[in-house]
């Protein structure tokens, strides 16, 4: 057996699928078009409404290698050989085509003798009745009984959900000898252990099993098969992990080199550097697809496992951003097949050192709060953390159990493992009962029969704003109509059609549709099925039926204010990377006839002087009146022409390219006007952060930005009004007011704290004792965090061991400040703990650190009840019980 690349084994699998005629595609997005999904999990996903029948396939024959992100069992990556976030699926499928008979010996073939793994180390597994399969393992490719094991539904039967399309599957396994076993004398084909290795699943989908359970024989049978590519790599380069591959390995190096930590040199140490090798891989290539960080979906899995490999870099004793230094090395082993990760580069980085550095600082939080509860149990004489205290630490800051550990043995105190992983536990099963995400499922609609039946309808909308065509289907109450009436609810699918359907963030066309007897005022336009444009409306008079031909005419009006927006969405987006960075993307966008709403990577605010470059870019190029360039060419022509593309978009071989001459490119089928110079004018409304990476820019053109200069017109001559004088002046008395009422804020501010601290005397006086401690409460109306720490100031000046806690009131709510000083955390008292504890009596919830905290109740009225409380608690927590 040759040893060869990983990126040489990717080629020669494709090459040699192309070679039985079949269609190679590139990889498809990590973002599938099933919404039932989070992520493109293997390489037969984008094809799935094939395999179902909900979408006629282009070929009959394809073979791809996919990026797959799968995060069930995030917390096994680096524990094992074989566990990844990212990895790559060598797949090839026939839809209707080759079956069993074919793709068993190209499989034993490929393997064998493109490869070159030795047949005499390959075993076949195959579903317990599948005689078929037997057949053509034993007959054709010649492989002895004893090395084809027949196994049960769990292994080797393989179905899309409770009914549908299934079938048995042949998984290939190759021994990689004794010392890959788990060393059991009954170690075997299905061990669990890494001796009988699994390299490739070929699946027979033949059946349709229906409600009752019945496996009916398909029409067509077709085949999916999945090979992933680092497995691969490790049988054929020798290897017992795949961290240890080629594809990994200059990973493993850099983490190694960046940590000062020698691979194989402890255990604790491999399991970091393969955590951080695994996961810089899955972000670069996520954000490459267009996911960002967020708190949920896709972007809560991407902000999860940064966090995870950072975490893991602190482990290693790395305490500053560090993931930037692995991205050049995964450019250099990915770039060459995957184009987008060099195309998007500029995003990537600046994606992965802004949320790295804002979790470098929520990881100094949590190390501070940390320090402080190992602090304050060491003075009770506690040798051990909670095993609570550690789940909290990892749930809300992010911390590994592992750091706890670490940080803890260093003072002498264990952590209560059993506790943690009990935590843990909860937490899963919370997660799966809160869980609402549906089975990956997918299934014929009324839309998807209608466009088998149908074909695409035909968009004429480019150059025409009016089109008779026949009426080819109509549905009503969710179901195909033969006519409809007035008054009826409809949806109308046309021959042609010059309404433009909702998609690409252009909302859809309104109009009417015009037939022999009857008229329906069209609403909406949407697509349904991918193909078919449905005109939404309703029948204002006579009757509409099936078959009718029809004069579909849109709001002329509307479309051109939808067009002037979409051009200048175009120029904005031009104009925000020319101003601020080639890492600027664009992340979804609106285009409407009232505005249009810009959505794009960026990772602080757009200061008002940038905004004013952005504006002035593409006002000069409405001004420079250029005619828009339209073309259809082949997707890859237009990368070349340095088209700009959507993030998630889906694309076909053909494509339209929009370009304003000398300015911008871009991959669009939406409608434009001829020349930039319709557009009239351009005003920036504001601009705004919409989640972590992404800001939004709203904006109008045409006439409703003239509506807006004349609207702004009119509250400046109210102001000259008001103000008096000038325009020019107005700044300057505006900043004259400011101050004054500045200067009379602070004058009464000082005189509240004042008369609250008129109260300090009578608030010592009626202290209470706590385990020795001074316990002071008060309860203030209407006084702010600010002026009740500072008569929690005076206080802490007069006592010692002391504990404050204040209640400031309103009608609505009541905010609790406490302060303890180091004498009174020395003897167990904890602000932090205080405050939670009795804000919860007010109906509320809080905390922070021993020596200062604060928290919020809804219940006014129980604030006194909870101040009375404060002895008693404290006293809880200095005793310990």
């Given at each position: 057996?040759q040893?060869?690349?990983?990126?040489?084994?990717r080629e020669?699998?494709?090459?040699?699928?192309?070679?039985?005629?079949?269609?190679?595609?590139?990889?498809?997005?990590?973002?599938?078009?099933?919404?039932?999904?989070?992520?493109?999990?293997?390489?037969?996903?984008?094809?799935?409404?094939?395999?179902?029948?909900?979408?006629?396939?282009?070929?009959?024959?394809?073979t791809?290698?996919?990026?797959?992100?799968?995060t069930n069992?995030?917390?096994?990556?680096?524990?094992?050989?074989?566990?990844?976030?990212?990895?790559?699926m060598?797949?090839?499928?026939s839809?209707?085509?080759?079956?069993?008979k074919?793709?068993?010996?190209?499989?034993?073939?490929?393997?064998?003798?493109?490869?070159?793994?030795?047949?005499?180390?390959?075993?076949?597994?195959?579903?317990?009745?599948?005689?078929?399969?037997?057949?053509?393992?034993?007959?054709?490719?010649?492989?002895?009984?004893?090395?084809?094991?027949?196994l049960?539904?769990?292994?080797?039967?393989?179905?899309?959900?409770?009914?549908?399309?299934?079938?048995p599957?042949?998984?290939?396994?190759y021994?990689?000898?004794?010392?890959?076993?788990?060393?059991?004398?009954?170690?075997?084909?299905?061990?669990?252990?890494?001796?009988?290795?699994?390299?490739?699943?070929?699946?027979?989908?033949?059946?349709?099993?229906?409600?009752?359970?019945?496996?009916?024989?398909?029409?067509?049978?077709?085949?999916?098969?999945?090979?992933?590519?680092?497995?691969?790599?490790?049988?054929?380069?020798r290897?017992?992990?795949?961290?240890?591959?080629?594809?990994?390995?200059?990973?493993?190096?850099?983490?190694?080199?960046?940590?000062?930590?020698?691979?194989g040199?402890t255990?604790?140490?491999?399991?970091a550097?393969r955590?951080i090798?695994?996961?810089?891989?899955?972000?670069?290539?996520?954000?490459?697809?267009?996911?960002?960080?967020?708190?949920?979906?896709?972007?809560?899995?991407?902000?999860?496992?940064?966090?995870?490999?950072?975490?893991?870099?602190?482990?290693?004793?790395?305490?500053r951003?560090?993931?930037?230094?692995?991205?050049?090395?995964?450019?250099?082993?990915?770039?060459?097949?995957?184009?987008?990760?060099?195309a998007?580069?500029?995003?990537?980085?600046?994606?992965?050192?802004?949320?790295?550095?804002?979790?470098?600082?929520?990881?100094?939080?949590?190390?501070?709060?940390?320090?402080?509860?190992?602090?304050?149990?060491?003075?009770?004489g506690?040798?051990?953390?909670?095993?609570?205290?550690?789940?909290?630490?990892?749930d809300?800051?992010?911390?590994?159990?592992e750091?706890?550990?670490e940080?803890?043995?260093e003072?002498?105190?264990?952590?209560d493992?059993?506790?943690?992983?009990?935590?843990?536990r909860?937490q899963?099963?919370?997660?799966?009962?809160?869980?609402?995400?549906?089975?990956?499922?997918?299934?014929?609609?009324?839309?998807t029969?209608?466009?088998e039946?149908?074909?695409?309808?035909?968009?004429?909308?480019?150059?025409?704003?009016?089109?008779?065509?026949?009426?080819?289907?109509?549905?009503?109450?969710?179901?195909?109509?033969?006519?409809?009436?007035?008054?009826?609810?409809?949806?109308?699918?046309?021959?042609?059609?010059?309404f433009?359907?909702?998609?690409?963030?252009?909302?859809?066309?309104?109009?009417?549709?015009e037939g022999?007897?009857?008229?329906?005022?069209?609403?909406?336009?949407?697509?349904?099925?991918?193909?078919?444009?449905?005109?939404?409306?309703?029948?204002?008079?006579?009757?509409?039926s099936?078959?009718?031909?029809?004069?579909?005419?849109?709001?002329?009006?509307?479309r051109t204010a939808?067009?002037?927006?979409h051009?200048?969405t175009?120029?904005?987006?031009?104009?925000?990377?020319?101003?601020?960075?080639?890492?600027?993307?664009?992340?979804?966008?609106?285009?409407?006839?009232?505005?249009?709403?810009?959505?794009?990577?960026?990772?602080?605010?757009?200061?008002p002087?940038?905004l004013?470059?952005?504006?002035?870019?593409?006002?000069?190029?409405?001004?420079?009146?250029?005619?828009?360039?339209?073309?259809?060419?082949?997707?890859?022509?237009?990368?070349?022409?340095?088209a700009?593309?959507?993030?998630?978009?889906?694309?076909g071989?053909?494509v339209?390219?929009?370009?304003?001459?000398?300015?911008?490119t871009?991959?669009?089928?939406?409608?434009?006007?001829?020349?930039?110079?319709?557009?009239?004018?351009?005003?920036?409304?504001?601009?705004?952060?919409?989640?972590?990476?992404?800001?939004?820019?709203t904006?109008?053109?045409g006439?409703?930005a003239?509506?807006?200069?004349?609207?702004?017109?009119?509250?400046?001559?109210?102001?000259?009004?008001?103000?008096?004088?000038?325009?020019?002046q107005?700044?300057?008395?505006?900043?004259?007011?400011q101050?004054e009422?500045?200067?009379?804020?602070?004058?009464?501010?000082?005189?509240?704290?004042?008369?609250h601290?008129a109260?300090?005397?009578?608030?010592?006086?009626?202290?209470?004792?706590?385990?020795?401690?001074?316990?002071?409460?008060?309860?203030?109306?209407?006084?702010?965090?600010?002026?009740?720490?500072a008569?929690?100031?005076?206080?802490?000046?007069?006592?010692?061991?002391?504990l404050?806690?204040?209640?400031?009131?309103?009608?609505?709510?009541?905010?609790?400040?406490?302060?303890a000083?180091?004498?009174?955390?020395?003897?167990?008292?904890?602000?932090?703990?205080?405050?939670?504890?009795?804000?919860?009596?007010?109906?509320?919830?809080?905390?922070?650190?021993?020596q200062t905290?604060?928290?919020?109740?809804?219940?006014?009225?129980k604030a006194?009840?909870?101040?009375?409380?404060?002895?008693?608690?404290?006293?809880?927590?200095v005793?310990?019980k």
């Amino acid at each position: 057996m040759q040893w060869r690349k990983g990126r040489d084994l990717r080629e020669l699998f494709l090459a040699y699928f192309e070679e039985k005629n079949s269609v190679r595609y590139p990889s498809f997005s990590l973002i599938p078009e099933d919404p039932t999904i989070l992520f493109t999990i293997a390489g037969m996903v984008p094809f799935k409404p094939f395999f179902l029948g909900i979408r006629r396939p282009e070929v009959l024959r394809a073979t791809t290698s996919q990026k797959c992100i799968r995060t069930n069992d995030i917390d096994n990556v680096g524990r094992t050989a074989r566990h990844h976030t990212f990895f790559e699926m060598l797949g090839n499928f026939s839809f209707g085509d080759y079956f069993k008979k074919e793709i068993i010996p190209w499989s034993w073939e490929f393997l064998t003798e493109r490869v070159g793994l030795d047949p005499n180390r390959l075993y076949a597994t195959i579903y317990l009745d599948d005689d078929e399969a037997f057949h053509f393992w034993h007959t054709s490719v010649g492989l002895s009984k004893d090395r084809i094991v027949r196994l049960g539904e769990d292994d080797n039967f393989w179905a899309v959900g409770p009914v549908g399309p299934c079938g048995p599957c042949s998984e290939i396994l190759y021994d990689q000898g004794p010392e890959f076993s788990c060393g059991r004398p009954d170690c075997a084909v299905g061990c669990s252990c890494d001796r009988y290795l699994e390299i490739w699943n070929l699946v027979f989908m033949q059946f349709n099993r229906n409600e009752a359970g019945e496996l009916i024989p398909l029409p067509k049978q077709n085949i999916d098969t999945g090979m992933g590519l680092e497995r691969l790599s490790s049988v054929v380069q020798r290897v017992k992990s795949d961290f240890e591959t080629d594809l990994f390995k200059p990973l493993i190096d850099k983490a190694c080199a960046i940590s000062g930590t020698s691979y194989g040199a402890t255990p604790r140490g491999d399991l970091a550097v393969r955590v951080i090798s695994d996961h810089v891989r899955a972000l670069a290539f996520m954000i490459a697809d267009g996911i960002l960080p967020a708190n949920e979906g896709r972007g809560y899995v991407l902000r999860r496992l940064l966090r995870r490999a950072v975490r893991f870099g602190r482990l290693l004793g790395v305490d500053r951003p560090f993931l930037l230094d692995l991205l050049p090395t995964v450019m250099e082993l990915m770039g060459d097949p995957y184009g987008e990760l060099l195309a998007n580069r500029a995003t990537i980085e600046s994606v992965i050192s802004l949320e790295e550095q804002k979790f470098g600082r929520t990881l100094e939080q949590g190390s501070l709060l940390l320090e402080t509860e190992v602090g304050s149990r060491k003075a009770r004489g506690e040798t051990a953390l909670p095993g609570g205290v550690a789940f909290e630490l990892y749930d809300t800051y992010g911390f590994p159990f592992e750091l706890t550990q670490e940080i803890c043995s260093e003072q002498g105190v264990s952590v209560d493992e059993g506790e943690f992983r009990e935590e843990m536990r909860k937490q899963k099963e919370r997660a799966r009962a809160a869980s609402k995400q549906l089975a990956s499922t997918l299934s014929g609609t009324l839309y998807t029969e209608l466009s088998e039946a149908l074909g695409s309808t035909a968009f004429v909308g480019y150059d025409r704003t009016e089109e008779t065509a026949e009426v080819k289907a109509l549905v009503a109450l969710g179901a195909a109509a033969t006519s409809v009436e007035e008054g009826d609810v409809v949806e109308v699918l046309l021959a042609r059609t010059p309404f433009y359907g909702e998609r690409g963030g252009q909302v859809g066309d309104r109009g009417v549709l015009e037939g022999p007897s009857g008229r329906i005022v069209v609403e909406d336009t949407v697509i349904a099925a991918g193909t078919l444009t449905v005109h939404r409306g309703r029948v204002v008079s006579g009757a509409v039926s099936v078959g009718d031909s029809v004069t579909a005419r849109i709001d002329v009006e509307r479309r051109t204010a939808i067009r002037r927006h979409h051009t200048a969405t175009h120029l904005l987006h031009e104009a925000l990377i020319r101003v601020l960075g080639e890492h600027v993307r664009q992340a979804g966008s609106l285009v409407s006839p009232e505005l249009l709403r810009f959505d794009f990577t960026h990772f602080a605010p757009v200061n008002p002087r940038e905004l004013e470059r952005v504006e002035r870019i593409v006002n000069a190029q409405i001004l420079g009146n250029e005619d828009l360039r339209v073309v259809h060419t082949t997707l890859d022509e237009a990368k070349k022409q340095g088209a700009k593309a959507l993030f998630d978009e889906k694309y076909g071989e053909e494509v339209r390219v929009v370009s304003i001459p000398g300015f911008s490119t871009e991959l669009c089928g939406g409608v434009h006007v001829d020349a930039t110079g319709d557009i009239g004018l351009f005003k920036i409304l504001r601009e705004e952060g919409i989640g972590a990476g992404v800001r939004r820019i709203t904006a109008v053109a045409g006439m409703p930005a003239v509506e807006h200069v004349l609207d702004t017109a009119h509250v400046v001559s109210e102001l000259s009004l008001r103000l008096g004088g000038d325009p020019d002046q107005f700044v300057a008395k505006v900043e004259a007011l400011q101050d004054e009422v500045k200067h009379l804020q602070k004058a009464l501010t000082e005189e509240r704290l004042r008369v609250h601290l008129a109260r300090v005397e009578s608030l010592v006086a009626a202290r209470r004792d706590a385990a020795g401690i001074s316990v002071v409460t008060g309860l203030f109306r209407d006084a702010d965090d600010q002026l009740l720490r500072a008569v929690g100031d005076r206080i802490k000046a007069a006592l010692s061991p002391v504990l404050v806690v204040f209640a400031g009131v309103t009608e609505e709510k009541v905010l609790f400040v406490a302060m303890a000083d180091d004498a009174a955390v020395q003897k167990g008292a904890h602000a932090g703990n205080v405050v939670r504890d009795i804000a919860r009596i007010a109906g509320g919830g809080g905390g922070g650190r021993a020596q200062t905290a604060q928290a919020g109740g809804k219940d006014p009225a129980k604030a006194e009840e909870a101040l009375a409380a404060v002895p008693a608690v404290v006293e809880k927590l200095v005793s310990g019980k």
